[in-house]
Every structure is written in structure tokens, then in C-alpha cells.
């Protein structure tokens, strides 16, 4: 299986301030078709998973712009540019270009 | 719009096993993955396996061949997750999740496995 590590794994941030976070595969993620499939997905406190950025850079729809994505082969970053209070939440990005599917630990985002 | 509606909450006993379901609407249900995926009380997110509803064909984690079974209606644009042989590990919230992607959540179904 594909292991997904995460850094931080906790990031208190100031209001208005940027926040990024590293995800890193143990496996080139580039898929047969020629597709990198990996995800970031925020997860508010009681809420399910929700969708940001897809294919490592694409934003889903009804992102806000703050959140943008970036990386290639096995290492990848989430940013945030200025950090509201709506994102406090765990962040995981998560691999699906191979089967199982796998999800990094995840990065918890609150206010300092 | 897309949306995903899970049944409710389970408790079961040990050895039972629960059933699942999740009724997609929206979108063209035989067009994309359902998948899988279980998050145990404070912990993460773990795949559990995916259905592709045109085919049925299915795809099961490791960790839980022999345990699980992925079913779909496509008559209702339902799909289901079976998990057999329930312990209390077992006990995690369930979510089926649209496509590869990921794109769309349902709500979650807690399952509580308790003697």
C-alpha cells in the first residue's frame, strides 16, 4: 500500500495569517493514464470530509481561492494564504491512483 | 445537486453484522465509484473498498476480504456496504464517498459494535 506522511501534524495559525502543509507518498503518484491522483480534503469538527483541491492544483467547486494546491511526484503542499476561521478543522490529503486508496494522517488547523 | 444520503445509526453485537446503505442523487449513478471509507472514534480515515455501480464489480481492501460485501440497486441508485463478523474495533463512523475523487460525501453512519 501507499503510505501518505503528513507535516505538521498540528498547525496553530494566526487569523488572517498563511498556512501550508506537506503531504509525502511513498510512491511516485503519476498514474497510468498520466493523471496524479491526489486530493486535499478538510474535515470540520462533526462534519464529513469535504473536497478542496483535486489532481494535485484543481480547486472544486465552491473553494474559496485562499486554498491552493501544489506538488508532483511524491511530494505535495496545501496552502492556505490567509487563514479565516471557517478552515479550523483536519486537513488529509489522499492518494488514489493506486488501490487501497490511502489517506495521510491528517493535519489539525486551529486558531492560536 | 449532487447528494449522498446514508442510513442511520447502528448498534450491533459482537459477531453481527450491519448493513449500510447509501442513496445517491443528482448525477448518473452508474457513472462513477462508490467508495468506502471508515473513520474509528478521534482516529482517521481508512478506504474500504469501492463498487462500480454499472458493473458491480467490486474492490476490497485487504484488511477486509472476507468480511465486507459492496452491493448496489441501480433501480434505486442505492449502494450498500455489508460488514460481517463485527468486533468492537468495528465501531467507527461510515461514509460512502463519490468517484475516484472523492468529490462528494455522504453524512456519515455511526455503527456502534457493543455487548
Known sequence: DIVMTQTPLSSPVTLGQPASISCRSSQNLVHSDGNTYLSWLQQRPGQPPRLLIYKI???FSGVPDRFSGSG??????????RVEAEDVGVYYCMQATQFPFTFGPGTKVDIK | QVQLVQSGAEVKKPGASVKVSCKASGYTFTGYLIQWVRQAPGQGLQCMGWINPNSGGTNYAQQFQGRVTMTRDTSISTAYMELSGLRSDDTAVYYCAKGRGSDYWGQGTLVTVSS
Request: aromatic letters at 8%.
Open chain 1, 57 to 59: 492544483s484543481n480547486r
Open chain 1, 72 to 81: 508532483a511526484g511524491t511530494d505535495f503542499t496545501l496552502k492556505i494564504s
